[in-house]
C-alpha cells in the first residue's frame, strides 16, 4: 500500500512538475518596487494576464521573435523614425500572445495614440507608461526573484497537501473521511457521485452560502441532469454564480464515481494537481472498499437467511455468529425493515432503480454504522438490518442519523421504516425480521414502532388463515375490483378519508377534488360494501378491511 501511494506521488510529481506555467500576473509585475509611479494607460482588462518572461524591446522586428507571455520593457528606440511600426505594435503583440507593454516616458517612442490605447483594451494587452528612471536591469532582477519564489512557493505548498493525502491514505479513513478532508483541503464544496451520477456522499464548506435546490446541486433532479450532461472532465466552469469543477474516477478503465467540485472562486493549478492527488486514493479506496462490501454482504446474507430458514440449528452456530460479530450477551438486538418506493420520474426501470437504491443504502449503512457489526439481507425492495445496543436511546439515535442520511435521495426514493419490538437472543431474528417487516407495512413515508401497531398485530399469526381472507373479501375486495373496472379512485378516497380523520374538507384537499364529489365517493364505497361511514360498526369494518388487505400481502 505504501509503495503504491508513493509512486502516485512520484507520478503526479514527475507529470506535473515541468508543464505547470510558474507564472506571475501583469498586476503582480506593476506591483514590483522598481515600476513605481507607473500609469496604466489601457488594457486594463488584461491585468491578469500570465507573464513567463520579461523582455528587452528595441529592435522594429523583435516582438516576431517572441515565444509568448511577456512582459515587454520599451523606451521605444525601435518604433522612433518608423511609424507604421509604432501603429502596428499591438496588432504584432496579439498575435505573439504578448501579455503587456510597458513603455518609457520621455524617451524615443514619442506620444501614445488614442488609437494605441483603443487597441490596448480591445486585444486585453495592458499598455503602461513607466517612469524615465525606471532602470531595466534592476527590474529584470526583482522579476525573476519573485518567479523563482512562485516556484518554490508552488512546491513547497504541492509536497505539503501530498503529505496531508498520503498521511489520510494511512490513517484508514472511509470515503466520507477522505471526502471531508479534501474539501477542507481545497476549501470547496466536494461531492462524491456513482457512474450513474447518484450521490454517495460530501462535504459543503458553508452550507449557508450553498444553495441546495440550484440548478448545479446534486441534491435535485434538475441539478443532477446537468452534471450528466457534463460528463466530464469540467475544469472551473462558471455556472450560477458558482465555479464548478467534475473529476472522472476510473478504475481498470471503467467509470465507477465522479468527484463535484462547487466553489464560489475558481480553482487554481495547486488545487487541481491536489484534485488529481486526491482521486487517486479515492479510485483505490472505492475499488477495495466495492470488493469488501460485496463479500461482507454476501456473508451477512447467508447468515441470516440460514437462521430464518433454518428451524433448529446448533447452539455453535448462534454462539460463532455472535461471537464473531462481538455481540454482548446482555444487549439489545434492534431489528430494522427500510421499504424502498423508487421515485418512477426519475428512472423508469424499477429493478435498475432498486439495485442503485440498494447499493447507496450500503454505502450509507456503512457510514453510519462505522466499525459496528451488524447482520443484514435484503428482498427485492426491503433491506434488513439487525444490529445490537445496550440502550435504546443509541438505537433511536441511529435511526435519526439514518432518516436524516436518506433525506439527500429522495429524488431516488422514499422509505418506509418498521421496527421490531427488541430481544436479546439472536434465535428471535425471525421475529425481528417479520415484526419490522409488518411495521414497516404499516408506515407512511414515516418510522413505524412495531409495540404500536393495534389489534393487526394480533392478527398477524392468523394471516393465512380462511377467515381473514372472507372477511377482506367481503368489506374491500368489492372495492378495489370496482376501482380495477371503471378506472375510479374509492379505495384511495376510503384511505384518506380514515387517515385524516373523517374532516371532508381537508381530505377533498389532499385529493384536489370538490367536496361534493367526496361525498359522492363515500356514498358509493357505502353501496358497494354495504357498510356505513355514518356509524361505529361500519367504520370498524372498513377500518379493519385495510389494515388486512396490507396483511394479507405479507407472505
Known amino acids: 500500500m505504501k509503495r503504491y501511494m508513493e509512486n502516485i506521488i512520484n507520478n503526479l510529481k514527475s507529470n506535473h512538475s515541468h508543464d505547470v506555467e510558474y507564472t506571475l500576473s501583469v498586476r503582480e509585475v506593476l506591483e514590483l518596487p522598481t515600476l513605481k509611479g507607473y500609469k496604466l494607460l489601457g488594457g486594463s482588462n488584461g491585468l491578469e494576464n500570465r ?35 509604432k501603429k502596428n505594435m499591438l496588432i504584432d503583440a496579439k498575435k505573439k500572445r504578448v501579455s503587456a507593454i510597458a513603455i518609457k516616458k520621455d524617451r524615443y517612442f514619442g506620444e501614445i495614440s488614442e488609437e494605441l490605447i483603443q487597441q490596448a483594451n480591445e486585444f486585453r494587452i495592458p499598455l503602461i507608461q513607466i517612469p ?31 503529505e496531508k493525502l498520503l498521511n489520510l491514505s494511512f490513517e484508514n479513513k472511509d470515503i466520507d473521511g477522505i471526502i471531508y478532508s479534501l474539501s477542507n483541503l481545497l476549501n470547496s464544496s466536494v461531492f462524491l457521485l456513482d457512474n450513474s451520477f447518484d450521490l454517495i456522499c460530501y462535504n459543503i464548506i458553508n452550507s449557508c452560502a450553498f444553495n441546495r435546490s440550484a440548478n448545479i446541486s446534486p441534491f435535485n433532479k434538475t441539478g443532477i441532469d446537468f452534471i450528466k450532461e457534463l460528463k466530464g472532465p469540467v475544469y472551473n466552469m462558471k455556472r450560477d454564480d458558482y465555479f464548478i469543477s467534475l473529476y472522472p474516477i476510473m478504475v481498470k478503465n471503467q467509470h465507477i464515481a465522479y468527484v463535484y467540485i462547487v466553489k464560489k472562486t475558481p480553482l487554481d493549478r495547486l488545487a487541481q494537481r491536489s484534485i488529481e492527488y486526491g482521486i487517486s486514493i479515492i479510485a483505490l479506496k ?12 454476501n456473508i451477512n446474507k447467508t447468515l441470516v437467511d440460514i437462521m430464518l430458514n433454518s428451524s433448529e440449528l446448533p447452539n455453535e452456530f448462534y454462539e460463532n455468529v455472535e461471537f464473531n460479530l462481538d455481540w454482548k450477551k446482555y444487549d439489545y438486538i434492534f431489528g430494522i ?70 433525506e439527500d435521495y429522495k429524488h431516488l426514493f422514499t422509505i418506509a421504516i418498521g421496527v421490531a419490538k427488541t430481544y436479546r437472543d439472536i434465535r428471535d431474528i425471525k421475529k425481528l425480521y417479520e415484526e419490522s417487516k409488518l411495521a414497516a407495512l404499516f408506515s407512511n413515508n414515516d418510522i413505524v414502532f412495531y409495540d404500536s401497531l393495534d389489534t393487526i398485530k394480533l392478527l398477524y399469526p392468523l394471516k393465512e388463515d380462511n377467515e381473514i381472507q372472507n372477511y377482506y373479501e367481503k368489506t374491500i375486495k368489492a372495492l378495489e375490483k370496482y376501482d380495477a373496472n371503471s378506472n375510479t379512485n374509492l379505495m384511495k378516497t376510503l384511505e384518506y378519508y380514515f387517515k385524516y380523520n373523517f374532516k371532508k374538507t381537508l381530505v377533498a384537499e389532499k385529493l384536489f377534488i370538490h367536496v361534493e364529489t367526496l361525498r359522492y365517493r363515500l356514498n358509493r364505497i357505502e353501496e358497494i360494501t354495504g357498510y356505513s361511514l355514518d356509524d361505529s360498526e361500519g367504520i370498524f369494518a372498513l377500518q379493519m378491511g385495510l389494515k388486512l388487505k396490507k396483511l394479507i400481502k405479507i407472505q
Not at 139 to 154: A, G, N, P, V
Request: include cysteine.
Open 51 to 85: 507573464c513567463l518572461h520579461i523582455t528587452i524591446l528595441e529592435t522594429p522586428t523583435g516582438i516576431s521573435w517572441l515565444q509568448g507571455g511577456e512582459f515587454l520593457l520599451t523606451a521605444g528606440y525601435a518604433f522612433l523614425h518608423n511609424e507604421n511600426h
Open 132 to 162: 524615465y528612471e525606471v532602470i531595466y536591469t534592476s527590474t529584470i532582477s526583482s522579476f525573476y526573484d519573485m518567479l523563482f519564489f512562485r516556484k518554490h512557493e508552488y512546491i513547497l505548498k504541492l509536497n505539503e497537501i501530498y
Open 286 to 297: 472505492l475499488e477495495q472498499d466495492q470488493h469488501k462490501n460485496i463479500i461482507q454482504t
Open 337 to 406: 425493515c427500510i421499504k424502498l418506493y423508487p421515485n418512477k420520474d426519475y428512472d423508469s426501470n424499477e429493478n435498475y432503480h432498486i439495485s442503485k437504491s440498494n447499493f447507496i443504502l450500503s454505502n450509507i449503512f456503512k457510514n453510519i454504522f462505522d466499525n459496528q457489526n451488524y447482520l443484514s439481507t435484503h428482498r427485492d425492495n426491503e433491506f434488513y438490518i439487525f444490529i445490537k445496543y445496550n440502550s435504546t436511546d443509541d438505537f433511536h439515535d441511529l435511526l435519526s442519523r439514518l432518516v436524516k442520511s436518506m
